[in-house]
């Protein structure tokens, strides 16, 4: 292979929690005795707009998938939980690129996938605060 030919080496991402040591510390710090409070709302909150998300893309309304996807990327960058922000970002500026509905449905699971590791992350990291199972990628 030449030189212009070489692919690119692309890191693994890393497993739920692996990294997210200084992010978890960095919350607890910020929110101190609400973290509980904060973290249950934000779950809840993007469990339902999660779910909402994934039927908008299974009927291709895509207008309202994208209004989904900033919603959950508007309370994840407020959490600090970029990898879903940058997600739903993502998703959101390619259904206005008008983007293949093969596209476009994979970028709404990406936006579900990168929630899925985040919540697995925080059960790992605070088992007392985040039921197990409660949400799972349909």
């Known amino acids: 292979m ?15 929690g692996e990294s997210d040591g200084a992010m978890f510390a960095a919350l607890e710090k910020e929110y101190g005795e609400t973290l509980k409070s904060a973290l249950n709302i934000y779950l809840a909150t993007s469990d339902e707009l999660c ?5 908008a893309a299974a009927c291709a309304h895509w207008q309202e998938a994208a209004r989904l996807a900033l919603k959950i990327g508007v309370a994840a960058s407020n959490m600090g939980f970029e990898p879903v922000a940058h997600a739903a ?3 959101a500026d390619a259904a206005y ?3 293949t509905a093969h596209g476009l449905r994979n ?10 590791r985040l919540r697995l992350a925080l059960e790992s990291a605070f088992p ?9 990628v349909a």
């Open 51 to 55: 779910d909402a998300l994934q039927e």
């Open 97 to 99: 690129a008008h983007t």
């Open 128 to 136: 007392e605060l985040v039921a197990p199972g409660a949400y799972s």
């Open 89 to 91: 970002r993502s998703f």
């Open 2 to 16: 030449t030189s212009t030919s070489t692919t690119a080496d692309f890191p693994e991402p890393d497993s739920p």
């Open 107 to 116: 970028g709404a699971q990406m936006v579900v996938f990168e929630y899925e």
